[in-house]
């Protein structure tokens, strides 16, 4: 059982969301473990690698694993996707270079996204979190099916004291976002988000959960816009709820 | 920004005809092959041997190559090498001038839209006609396919019935029966006329020399049994190893593709029609098509040679179900043969990068394309690649990240903020200022409202940045408040997961005949168990209730001692069809065949051609009579692939139910080109 973990905040959380942030190191220490915040941390450089950008990708992973090699235990990313990013693409971003392709697979083996850390690791699914009222629950794309992980936010969100949880219809369908994607083709973009919308009222649910603070971000500007009266929100929010 | 194919995807998304249309695709298309998968025991493990297997044949394709090359010329295929389309295009002209050709048939091809094979043999004054209903649909409209299993996935009926009152002067009509029914009609001359069938070819065997050519409606059938010259078009990537693979492989396409357990025809093609063989095309040529093949093989790209051409990743890319198949338009605007996330990677990998790169661009990188996949080929990294100018434009070399140059310039800024915590801090700061700024404009609105050329503003509103930012917080007054957190008891949960034991396909070896008759039946077939004596009997019974006087049947040899004499005694005409009288065979409503074999897990039954069992028995009838030993029904496809004639015929065909489409608005018609009815007699003694 680690007892100290080093929090990879993201840049989208720490830029946007501080109260996200926050809360996910109150959820973190909650379910026993110290949480550190290595202070050279920036960005994963998943926007750069996402838009072809691989040089420019790898300075900010470099930036990445420098900022964490310092300090032990494993690293915790409340982001899907960042977290994927590390744990899968790092391998693909260095691999013509032997000297940061080990540097970055140490890296990617100490890395867990949030909910995967809580359930797999800490063992926890009971945060003691409340919350009163209709939630459902969108499967981000990379954490659903590059992370494999579902059970993991599931499991916590089930725990949840008196939430009505609802199955959100085609859950593991994109939202629309994909970082580079939304800005370059923002009218697939759009359509797609218009389906997540229509399955969200579908649920009847007043906020729809997520792992990845970018579906967070694509979901509400959309409702927002559209003058719609469901939120999304990133599942630290919800557990943090006591 | 390429703005052909910017303009192409307003317009998809602007017509609420293809909107529609599209949605239902999605939507059936997803849900079937989930169904077909659910018949496996362990599909991953399927998926994953079909990776190694399509890995080791692209690893080694010049080996695999060479033994195919020598088994199908061994079996009398005329074998051609083409490096590019320019070369195959030639071979097929002159092949078509060697026979002084005028009419082609062709069944549904992808390399040949790849080639712009139609456009290049009608300039040259052949008559050249696709018979796949979707195909034939879209060349009727002068259009290309939308999709490569569903050409006319983007019609609705009704568009399907205009042209239909336009072209063949049809009534108009809603009815998709009467308009499958009629394009039945209008091709079935075609298929008796025609000097050349066209197909593709699905897999080739190396070990064999195979071509397997799957179709549900029996056009692949007609274009390789009846024109005199067969010619048939496969890129060299399409090989397995042995007929073992080909059977775990057919496990996987018909299921990805349509969510069929088999496609309703699979024809194992060895050779040409021989000297004693009633019928079959006297020519059978194999074009293997290069065209850039060995050049992505030698790139990074080369995973994409793994595709089984199934389309299941067109139907499960949420992008693809926006704007549809002939949105994928290159820099001049023409539509690639290739849409969807696989046609997003093959496109500029074997086009080029400048031409078709963007189309990688348009993909969130959901992963959904990956998942379908049934070899398991990792379409998001692929597109990230030509994303960042790998593998793409190999004989230039010289290919660049092909991101919008604002893009770039932006995430160049980015990255040199990022790199330096100070830098990123200070970034954040302005970022910050820039949205209290805005708050303050917008009177403490949180949101603000970028404009629509941002792209993000298209549709979107956008949160205004923290004026603190976590880093800011944390260091300053959140941490010294957690240093005093509470603890919460942990509690742990030894969900301790067990590896499933691999079984790889359900194991039921009882009730065969009786899983046989649920999945014919299933399939739209019917099966009838009778005593030896009774079979006259059983068959004059369904002539009968048809009205029906003669039918079309192999030789005695094939069939129970003194079947067709007592067939002859109660008034049958008794017809040995071949490949001289397809015309008068073509009249005939009924056909009687023998059953080499049967499969219980898909309801097909094994038909072999060759010396006294003319193919065209079991294809021009409406109505398919098959005659089957209850010891000849096995479990699984596998070992059905084991009985040695499969390899010696010159054409075996596993027939799954009568002939079907579903190609206008997926709604299933059975009877197209091939039988609209199958009655299997399970002859059983006692």
């Known amino acids: 059982m680690p007892s100290t973990v080093q929090l990879f905040v993201t840049c989208i959380l720490d830029t946007l969301y501080p109260e996200t942030g926050e809360a996910v190191v109150r959820v973190l220490e909650r379910a026993g473990v110290k949480v550190s915040f290595p202070p050279e941390q920036t960005c994963c450089g998943q926007p750069a690698f996402n838009a072809g950008l691989r040089k420019q990708a790898r300075k900010m992973a470099i930036q990445t694993i420098r900022a964490f090699e310092p300090y032990p235990g494993p690293v915790v990313v409340p982001s899907g996707s960042c977290a994927a990013m590390i744990r899968h693409s790092y391998a693909e971003l260095f691999a013509d270079d032997p000297n940061w392709l080990g540097r970055a697979l140490t890296m990617a083996g100490r890395t867990y996204e949030f909910s995967e850390f809580l359930v797999d690791v800490l063992g926890v699914t009971d945060l003691g979190a409340r919350f009163d009222g209709r939630l459902t629950y969108h499967s981000s794309c990379h954490l659903l099916r590059e992370l494999g992980v579902d059970n993991q936010p599931r499991a916590l969100l089930a725990n949840v004291h008196d939430v009505d949880f609802v199955e959100l219809p085609q859950t593991g369908e994109c939202c629309g976002f994909g970082g580079v994607f939304s800005v370059e083709y923002p009218e697939i973009s759009d359509a797609m988000l218009e389906r997540k919308i229509a399955s969200l009222e579908t649920s009847g649910a007043s906020m729809v959960v997520s792992c990845d603070s970018g579906c967070v971000t694509n979901i509400n500007g959309g409702l927002h816009r559209k003058h719609k009266p469901q939120r999304a929100v990133h599942i630290a929010e919800i557990l943090d709820k006591v | ?686």
Request: some cysteine; overall charge negative.
């Open chain 2, 1 to 686: 920004m390429v703005d052909a194919f910017h303009s192409h995807i307003r317009a998809s998304l602007a017509d609420a005809n293809l909107q529609s249309a599209l949605d239902a695709n999605a939507e059936r298309r997803i849900k079937v092959r989930q169904i077909a998968f659910a018949s496996l025991a362990n599909p991953q493990e399927l998926r994953r041997r079909a990776k190694l297997i399509r890995t080791e044949v692209i690893a080694h394709l010049d080996r695999y190559l060479e033994q195919f090359v020598a088994h199908a010329s061994e079996n009398g295929i005329v074998v051609h090498r083409a490096t590019d389309a320019a070369e195959a295009i030639k071979i097929v002209l002159e092949i078509a001038l060697q026979q002084s050709a005028k009419l082609i048939a062709k069944s549904k091809t992808m390399v040949s839209e790849e080639l712009g094979l139609n456009h290049a043999l009608e300039s040259q004054g052949l008559r050249v006609i696709e018979t796949d209903l979707g195909e034939y649909i879209v060349q009727l409209r002068g259009e290309a396919p939308s999709h490569i299993i569903t050409p006319a996935v983007h019609l609705r009926r009704q568009d399907v019935g205009k042209l239909f009152e336009e072209k063949l002067g049809l009534p108009y009509t809603e009815d998709i029966g009467i308009m499958t029914n009629a394009a039945r009609s209008a091709l079935r001359q075609v298929f008796l006329d025609a000097d050349i069938g066209i197909s593709g070819v699905n897999f080739g065997v190396s070990e064999t020399g195979t071509l397997c050519v799957v179709t549900n409606e029996g056009n692949g059938r007609m274009v390789t049994t009846l024109p005199r010259t067969h010619i048939a078009l496969m890129g060299i990537e399409r090989l397995l190893p042995s007929m073992d693979d080909l059977a775990l492989m057919l496990s996987l396409l018909p299921r990805s593709a349509t969510g069929q357990k088999l496609s309703v025809y699979t024809s194992l093609i060895n050779s040409p029609r021989g000297a004693n063989d009633p019928d079959g095309p006297q020519e059978r040529h194999l074009i293997l098509v290069d065209n850039g093949r060995t050049a992505v093989r030698e790139s990074e790209l080369r995973e994409i040679l793994y595709c089984i051409r199934c389309g299941a990743c067109l139907n499960a890319c949420p992008v693809f179900r926006e704007i549809g198949g002939h949105a994928y338009v290159g820099r001049d605007g023409e539509a690639s043969a290739y849409p969807g996330p696989i046609g997003s990677v093959v496109s500029p990998a074997l086009f080029g990068q400048l031409e078709f790169g963007h189309l990688a661009r348009s993909s969130s990188l959901c992963g959904a394309c990956r998942e379908a996949c049934p070899v398991d080929i990792d379409l998001p990294k692929l597109l990230l690649k030509i994303r960042a100018g790998i593998g793409v434009n190999q004989n230039r070399n010289n290919a660049k990240p092909n991101a919008p140059a604002i893009l770039a310039m932006g995430l160049g800024l980015f990255t040199v903020a990022a790199t330096s915590p100070r830098r990123f801090a200070f970034a954040q700061w302005l970022v910050g200022l820039f949205g209290s700024l805005a708050t303050l404009l917008a009177k403490g609105d949180p949101w603000m409202h970028l404009p629509a050329f941002s792209g993000w503003g298209y549709s979107k509103d956008f949160p205004r940045p923290a004026t603190k930012t976590f880093r800011n917080r944390y260091f300053t007054q959140f941490k010294s408040a957690l240093d005093e957190a509470e603890k919460l008891p942990i509690q742990s949960d030894p969900s301790a997961s067990s590896i499933t034991k691999i079984d790889i396909l359900q194991n039921h070896a009882e009730n065969l005949l009786q899983r046989f008759d649920d999945e014919l039946v299933a399939l739209g077939g019917k099966l009838s168990i009778c005593p030896p004596g009774d079979v006259w009997q059983k068959i004059l019974e369904i002539l009968q209730a048809h009205n029906i006087h003669e039918i079309l049947a192999w030789d005695e040899t094939y069939l129970p001692d003194t079947l067709l004499e007592k067939l002859t005694e109660a008034g049958v005409k008794i017809i040995f069809p071949t490949g001289e009288t397809i015309q008068t065979s073509s009249q005939v409503r009924a056909g009687l065949t023998g059953a080499s074999a049967a499969i219980a897990e898909t309801g097909s039954i094994l038909v072999l051609g060759g010396p006294g069992r003319p193919l065209t028995a079991s294809l021009l009838p409406e109505i398919h009579i098959a005659l089957l030993r209850e010891k000849d029904v096995y479990e699984q496809l596998g070992q059905v692939f084991q009985i040695e004639e499969i390899r010696r015929a010159p054409t075996a065909v596993l027939v799954s139910g009568p002939s079907r489409t579903a190609d206008i608005e997926m709604t299933l018609t059975i009877g197209v080109h091939g039988p609209g009815e199958l009655q299997v007699i399970c002859v059983v003694d006692g």
